[in-house]
Structures are given as C-alpha cells and as structure tokens.
T-cell receptor
Framework: DSGVTQTPKHLITATGQRVTLRCSPR?????VYWYQQSLDQGLQFLIQ???????AKGNILERFSAQQFPDLHSELNLSSLELGDSALYFC???????????FGPGTRLLVL | AQKVTQAQTEISVVEKEDVTLDCVYE???????LFWYKQPPSGELVFLIR??????QNEISGRYSWNFQKSTSSFNFTITASQVVDSAVYFC??????????FGAGTRLTVKP
C-alpha cells in the first residue's frame, strides 16, 4: 500500500458525460501528479500540482482539468467524455517536486 | 527531449531462471533520474528503485539488481531466480526535472512454474 488513495476504483459512464476522479496523497506529500494509462498510448503524464498550484502540464486535453485543494487532495475532471477516454487513471504523490512518486491504485474509467 | 525505450515487449521464463529487462534512455540533461516500477496483474504501480545520473553504482536488493551505464544510456534490471510472483509489467521511467516523468512502453514478464 503506497498510502495514496483514489476514488472511485471503477467508473462506467456514457459518452458526453462528465466525471470527477479524486486523489488523496500520502500524508505529508505536497506534490500530486495525474497519469493516464491506455492500451494505445501507454502511461502518459497529464498534470502536476505542488501545494495547490499547477507546476507542469503534459498531454492533457482541454476537456480535462484538475485542481489541488488546500487539504492537498486533488481532483481530475473529465468532461464531454469520448470512447477513447476509457483508460486507467493514476494519481501519484511525492513529498516535494524532486522526490520519488508513489502511485495510487488507479481509477478504471469505461466510457460506453 | 527525453525518451525511454524498452525493446522487449514480452518475456517468458521458467521459475528460477534469471531474467534481464532492458531499458535505454535519451536525454540532453546532465541531471536526471531513472526509475523502475512494477505493475502486477492487480494494476497498481509499485515503485522499485530510483537512481540519479551522478550515481552509477549498481544496486542489489534481494533478488533484484540494477545496472546503470551512462556510456550506453542504459539502466537494466535483473531478477535472479525468478518466481511466479514476479510476473508483472515492468516500466522504466526517466525524469529530467522531476516534473514530467516519461515512461517506457513496459515489458510484460511471465514466470511459469
């Protein structure tokens, strides 16, 4: 158990819908990262937050957004969902920016 | 730009065999970090090791060992006396600034009893 929690574990929704994935980092970690893992794209970095502020952006679509709250938990919002958004979404956290990232168990999203 | 290549898509071995997973990386930075993560069938990503670019010492942890060679831009991972529980997808990753970690495509290891 990495100490990073993600909810929900599974999510099934329809095209066009909007969902919110939640992540709680390890106790004391200030940095949160979001990744998408799909069969065709592999593991892709989406976005990083550090102590509430966005630090880096990767291959995140405009339909996706995220934020980190004062209590350091983070949410990833996915809107106007498409079939191709079906994937495993991971959250990771680290103490500071230049530390090892520990991953949560992931949220498996299925868009029908 | 940073890039990680894991040329072995799938490897199958019989229990107790030794197996080496290859990882080749590209980076222009002199300071960078290399990682290995394990993804068992249950799906979570488990951190195995981090190595910074200034530390080329090989590392051994139980049955696991890592060989970092800057001259060939490789960071290979060896499992000695493999066990069925080692069956997983293994990812090598590179981070130039700890902001955007780039993963390789992964190597699926199957250890048969």
């Amino acid at each position: 158990d990495s100490g990073v929690t993600q909810t929900p574990k599974h999510l099934i929704t329809a095209t066009g819908q909007r969902v919110t994935l939640r992540c709680s980092p390890r106790s004391g970690d200030l940095s949160v990262y979001w990744y998408q893992q799909s069969l065709d794209q592999g593991l892709q970095f989406l976005i990083q937050y550090y102590n509430g502020e966005e630090r880096a952006k990767g291959n995140i679509l405009e339909r996706f957004s995220a934020q980190q709250f004062p209590d350091l938990h983070s949410e990833l919002n996915l809107s106007s969902l498409e079939l191709g958004d079906s994937a495993l979404y991971f959250c990771a956290s680290s103490l500071r920016v230049q530390e090892t990232q520990y991953f949560g168990p992931g949220t498996r999203l299925l868009v029908l | 730009a940073q890039k990680v290549t894991q040329a072995q898509t799938e490897i199958s071995v019989v229990e107790k065999e030794d197996v080496t997973l290859d990882c080749v990386y590209e980076t222009r930075d002199t300071t960078y970090y290399l990682f290995w993560y394990k993804q068992p069938p249950s799906g979570e990503l488990v951190f195995l090791i981090r190595r910074n670019s200034f530390d080329e010492q090989n590392e051994i942890s139980g049955r696991y060992s890592w060989n970092f060679q800057k001259s060939t831009s490789s960071f290979n991972f060896t499992i000695t006396a493999s066990q069925v529980v080692d069956s997983a997808v293994y990812f090598c990753a590179l981070s130039e600034a700890f902001r955007d970690m780039r993963f390789g495509a992964g190597t699926r290891l199957t250890v048969k009893p």
